[in-house]
């Protein structure tokens, strides 16, 4: 249910940054509802197949889209599938993703792609310990280890689920390729992380790449939204909108890290994780 | 010792006698196949029936076994003049690590692992002059493995637990590739021919964390440290070793660092259990042997049919044998901990058992992190590199009938486990994720491919930025593309340029501790002067002296 929530949402999400972006630069911007038309426009697209291509070339796009939805299928915003340790599949199905879309990367043969491909796996190692420390943080405080027995923000847990929202905070623009940790309008090859991947994927797989990077953002905000008071799905409506604002803002007026200077930013989310953690065992 | 096992051995020890004559025969892979099957039963039967290490373990080895009987008589096709004795050890082998798991403390074990430890080297010792340096490594280790056990059998009654449990950590410890006595690993298994290369990973290593694990009933529960020092080493040792391992250019090298990897899981999973005693780990140690036993035999068996082992020389592989391409993919997706594999149904125990687990023990799930996101980015880097984009060399490839059919029985085997793991866990007891979801995904990606694949599409080359048209040589090669990651672990220090360099300051402590120990036995060296007058001294001093204990 919330995978199918995800999906419908999840063109509008990245049109309002876009026409948010357009806004804070004095250009008229184009409608948020424009990615629907151009999605199906690129579905009914032929796609290029590179020379040196494998199968490998398409279970990329197909695998990273499917991995995020069924990740979001783990979400209780709606019902769902819930049980105890569900966050640890959710985050490996973004991974399994992951995994396919370096290798669709490197099946090019493209320089380019390749380098984007190791850069998204630096990019794990730096964020991947300090999100799942951070949940495991959350799943500790609340009931069963599940995401169904989160608790909720109050004044006796102020501390420890602060820290596990600005770590998943850090994880969504990692996860996400957004800035500071990438630029998604960079127009140079060379600086690229998650676009480099995509050089080469065109019509259809365009389509669902992007799909599968929206959906993902999605599902860190679903994350931060379960962690908040209220009925779930206003909350997580509320928490998308701050997030679309946020981003509008951020990549207006903030600049892209180096790349070697990533360590420095992301390794905020582990601290935030092993804090949380610590916050967790002694029930701070 | 149940008929199951007799049989096996009987028939192991005939296949080690027609190996030696007619290694090429039916009937040689019929006895070898015969023998795995029966393992496979018999260890079965002990697992599901109660619930025992020897039986997981059997079981396990009886699998590779099967893959083996239809793998290697083709393989050593391929080296016929090394071929009867291969042929003739390998069996040997099987049933020495047979004995071990099936041997009473004590004696019997102690023959049995030794055994095993001196057919091993033999295995790597074969492979001609390239090979000393790794099977002296593979020697020396065992040597040390034998102190530790030795310690611990015969001071049983003598030393206190404290004593005993160091010298079993040692023991198995070394055998399993517990941090930092892994070094030996990495050098020895990748030397040698694959199919033993997959012996020793796959099978071999797991008797070292049988014997820790034997070693509860036998020697009493361990002492609180015991369970620490295997978590902290286990967990450490599986984040150096997947560092260490993208620093790897040769492919099986790699590949032998990242059992040193599971098998760190394995220890650490092992080392909850000691603190915890929860049902949690045990699952994990046990479901993550047979997973690792089947996906790294059959990366192993399938680095077999390359002629070339330096993944800056490979690309490409994929378009000229897609059966090989899609059996390694398999098997590296599941070594990278990916649902729906059997792995990672193995770390997902793990990751529990942590969370669960009290004190500071939850920040365990830190380094398990750790370790799944360096997995992933390591084996994207020996896939993608040596399976697709472009061809970076000629490399000869030789995957028949046989061998494929032996691949196809552990990826078979494989893609059970993964799908069904709860049926694996159930005499423990242990409940699982509802897999039947990731069935589901798997499917729905299977249609979404199915969709896309057919939809217009035109050829076209790759995009080259518009300048010039792009070469084989502007992919990175196998240490570019890890360099990135190596920046950010002091453990380790990559110098880039025309000749890249890589200090390792571990292997430094090693050396010093050799040359420490060469400077020694000079020392003692000085009494073999040569001199009769010497001797005739140092023989009246011991009289004296031991004149004067007795009399005094």
Not at chain 2, 471 to 479: E, F, V
Request: charged residues 10%; glycine residues 14%.
């Amino acid at each position: 249910m919330t995978a199918l929530l995800f999906l419908l949402l999840a063109p509008l999400f990245s049109g309002s940054v876009k026409w948010l972006k357009a806004r804070l630069t004095h250009r008229q911007g184009a409608s948020p509802l424009l990615e629907y038309r151009n999605l199906a426009k690129l579905l009914s697209k032929a796609w290029v197949r590179p020379g040196l291509s494998t199968p490998v070339f398409l279970l990329g796009p197909t695998l990273a889209l499917l991995g995020a939805l069924a990740a979001a299928l783990f979400l209780p915003l709606l019902p769902g599938l819930s049980f105890a340790g569900d966050f640890l599949v959710a985050l490996y199905l973004l991974n399994l993703g992951r995994f396919f879309q370096m290798l669709a990367a490197l099946d090019t043969g493209s320089a380019f792609g390749a380098q984007g491909s190791y850069r998204e796996g630096l990019v794990t190692i730096l964020a991947e310990p300090g999100t799942l420390m951070a949940l495991g943080a959350a799943a500790l405080a609340g009931e069963g280890l599940g995401l169904a027995g989160l608790p909720v923000l109050g004044p006796e847990n102020a501390l420890v689920l602060l820290l596990v929202l600005a770590s998943l905070a850090v994880a969504l623009l990692a996860e996400g390729a957004r800035m500071p940790v990438d630029d998604p309008t960079t127009h140079l090859e060379l600086t690229m992380v998650h676009e480099a991947q995509l050089l080469d994927h065109g019509g259809p797989l365009l389509a669902l790449y992007e799909l599968a990077a929206s959906v993902k953002m999605l599902f860190y905000a679903g994350l931060m939204a379960l962690l908040l008071p209220g009925p779930k799905v206003l909350v997580f409506m509320g928490v998308v909108l701050a997030w679309a604002l946020a981003l509008g803002y951020l990549e207006t007026f903030g600049v892209k890290l180096r790349y070697l200077r990533l360590p420095d930013f992301l390794s905020y989310n582990t601290l935030f994780g092993v804090l949380a953690l610590l916050g967790a065992i002694w029930k701070l | 010792m149940s008929e199951g096992v007799m049989v096996s051995a009987l028939a192991l020890v005939g296949a080690s006698l027609v190996g030696l004559r007619a290694w090429g025969s039916g009937g040689y892979a019929l006895l070898l196949g015969l023998g795995g099957a029966t393992l496979v039963q018999a260890g079965g039967g002990m697992w599901y029936g109660d619930g025992s290490a020897a039986g997981v373990f059997l079981h396990l080895l009886g699998l590779l076994t099967m893959a083996l009987a239809s793998y290697v008589p083709e393989y050593l096709g391929h080296h016929p003049k090394e071929a009867p004795v291969y042929a003739f050890l390998v069996p040997l082998f099987l049933l020495a690590m047979v004995g071990v798991a099936q041997a009473p403390p004590g004696l019997p074990f102690l023959f049995f692992w030794e055994g095993m430890a001196l057919l091993g080297y033999l295995l790597v010792a074969l492979e001609g002059p390239k090979a000393q340096a790794g099977a002296r490594a593979f020697f020396l280790a065992s040597r040390l493995s034998g102190a530790g056990l030795y310690l611990a059998f015969l001071g049983q009654g003598h030393l206190g637990p404290d004593w005993i449990w160091a010298g079993l950590l040692v023991g198995f410890g070394v055998k399993a590739a517990l941090f930092p006595f892994h070094l030996w690993l990495p050098r020895a298994h990748p030397v040698a021919i694959s199919p033993v290369s997959a012996l020793l990973s796959g099978a071999m290593t797991k008797l070292g964390l049988y014997g820790l694990f034997q070693a509860q009933t036998w020697f009493g529960p361990p002492p609180v440290w015991v369970g620490f020092a295997l978590v902290l080493l286990g967990l450490f040792g599986a984040v150096y070793a997947l560092v260490r391992g993208l620093a790897e250019e040769d492919l099986k090298g790699a590949l032998a660092y990242s059992s040193v990897e599971n098998l760190g899981l394995m220890l650490a999973a092992l080392g909850g259990y000691f603190l915890t005693g929860k049902v949690l780990f045990l699952g994990a140690f046990f479901l993550h042997q047979v997973g690792h036993a089947l996906f790294k035999g059959l990366l192993f068996l399938g680095s077999g049919a390359l002629s070339e082992r330096q993944v800056s020389r490979l690309g490409g592989l994929w378009h000229r044998m897609p059966l090989l391409g899609g059996l390694v993919l398999l098997g590296m997706a599941v070594g990278a901990g990916l649902p729906p594999g059997a792995v990672f149904a193995a770390e997902w125990l793990l990751y529990q058992g942590f969370l669960f687990a009290p004190g500071l023990l939850p920040l365990g799930v830190g380094a398990l992190a750790l370790v799944g996101a360096l997995a992933l980015y390591f084996y994207v880097r020996l896939f993608g590199l040596a399976f697709l984009g472009a061809p970076r060399g000629n490399v000869a490839l030789h995957l028949g009938p046989g061998m494929r059919f032996g691949l196809l029985v552990l990826a078979v085997i494989l893609v059970g486990l993964s799908l069904f793991p709860q049926e694996f866990l159930r005499p423990l007891g242990q409940g699982l994720y509802p897999s039947w979801a990731l069935w589901v995904l798997l499917a729905l990606a299977f249609g979404l491919y199915r969709w896309l694949d057919p939809r217009p599409s035109r050829s076209y080359g790759t995009w080259d930025c518009g300048f010039q048209p792009l070469t084989p040589r502007m992919q990175p090669n196998a240490l570019g593309f890890s360099e990135p990651a190596l920046r950010l672990f002091p453990f380790l220090r990559l110098k880039v340029g025309e000749r890249p360099e890589l200090d390792e300051p571990l292997e430094r402590v090693y050396q010093g501790v050799g040359e420490g120990f060469g400077w020694a036995t000079r020392l003692v060296q000085a009494l073999q002067s040569g001199s009769l007058h010497f001797y005739l001294l140092l023989q009246l001093l011991t009289l004296v002296v031991v004149m004067g204990v007795v009399l005094l």
